[in-house]
């Protein structure tokens, strides 16, 4: 009993930022372009669902999809089936919530259910590859409605995310690795 109460705490701390994650159920699966025109999606590749859907509105985010970003694809679920769309060879999303005074655990970014504190907020984002210094991103930028912003960057890569917003700054590591998280919420303003 232990080891399955352990198990199931691990499934909802991986499974990002949704307590309500429900399982498919056993009904007849539609076809993957039925799924996402059911949900209001255009079918089409990974990147360009998971770039509207953290766009999205969060008055207008679908209440009965789960999508979860993935290292290395997008699962998107509801009550009745499962679609997984694999990410662009070469590339990972990380979203990013940087917060002052409250934030949540989260692994995987939903695209659906996560919020973060500063919805609409102009910050300046650094994010630099450790190995070779690069910097893959120095922007301003503009957080969405959900309170993250969310990044392309290079798969296998590991460094640092800073954010600036109205003279606080905070910085965090970050890993697009294959057990890398996709939702970083541990980036706190000081």
């Not at 770039?51 to 979860?68: G, K, M």
């Not at 910097?135 to 930028?141: D, F, G, I, R, T």
């Amino acid at each position: 009993m232990k080891r399955a109460a352990i198990a199931a705490a691990l499934a909802l701390t991986l499974a990002g930022c949704s307590a309500t994650e429900s399982s498919p159920t056993a009904t007849t699966p539609v076809s993957q372009e039925q799924f996402l025109d059911a949900h209001g999606l255009v079918a089409g590749e990974a990147r360009e669902i998971i770039d509207h859907l953290d766009r999205q509105q969060v008055a207008e985010r679908p209440t009965d999809l789960i999508a979860s970003v993935r290292p290395d694809e997008l699962v998107l679920s509801d009550e009745a089936q499962e679609v997984i769309l694999q990410l662009p060879e070469g590339l990972s999303y990380v979203s990013i919530a940087p917060y002052s005074t409250q934030t949540h655990d989260c692994f995987y970014h939903s695209l659906t259910t996560c919020l973060g504190e500063l919805g609409n907020e102009d910050i300046q984002v650094t994010i630099t590859d450790e190995t070779t210094g690069q910097v893959l991103v120095e922007e301003e930028a503009t957080t969405f409605d959900n309170g993250f912003i969310g990044f392309w960057l290079p798969a296998d890569a590991t460094g640092t995310i800073e954010v600036t917003h109205q003279g606080r700054t905070g910085t965090t590591d970050f890993s697009t690795t294959a057990d890398g998280a996709t939702c970083i919420t541990d980036l706190r303003l000081t």
